[in-house]
C-alpha cells in the first residue's frame, strides 16, 4: 500500500514489514521512511495550525499528561544519580576487608 500512496498503512501488517520490504532493494527500504515522514509532517502541521487559531487552550487532561510525561523521567534520572553517588561513595568510604597474605611459600 505504501507505493500507491497511502502512508498511514504502516503497522497493519501482522507478521512484520520484513516479509513485505526487500531489503537489498533501496526503494522498497526508503518506502517506510517516507511514509514515516509524511506522517510526522501531518502531526506537526496540524498541531502548528492548532496553536495559530485564537483562543486555542490546550485541554487540562492534556496538560497534566504532558507534566507528568515531563516530570517522571526526569525525577527517575536524578534518583538515579543520587543512588550511584551514595553508592560510589559507600564504597570508597568502606574500609578495606582484604587482608594482605604476609606469609611466603615455602622455597
Known sequence: MLYAGSTLDLCSQPIGVDQ??????????AMPRKATHETLYVVANSNAMANE??????????????????????????????????????ERSAPDTETKDTTTSGK
Not at 513485505?20 to 527500504?29: E, M, R, S, T
Open 53 to 90: 487559531i485564537d483562543h486555542y487552550e490546550m485541554a487540562y487532561w492534556n496538560i497534566v499528561l504532558t507534566a507528568i510525561d515531563v516530570v517522571i523521567p526526569v525525577g527517575l534520572a536524578i534518583w538515579g544519580i543520587f543512588a550511584i553517588r551514595s553508592a560510589y561513595k559507600a
Open 20 to 29: 513485505f520490504f526487500d531489503k537489498g532493494n533501496a526503494k522498497d527500504a
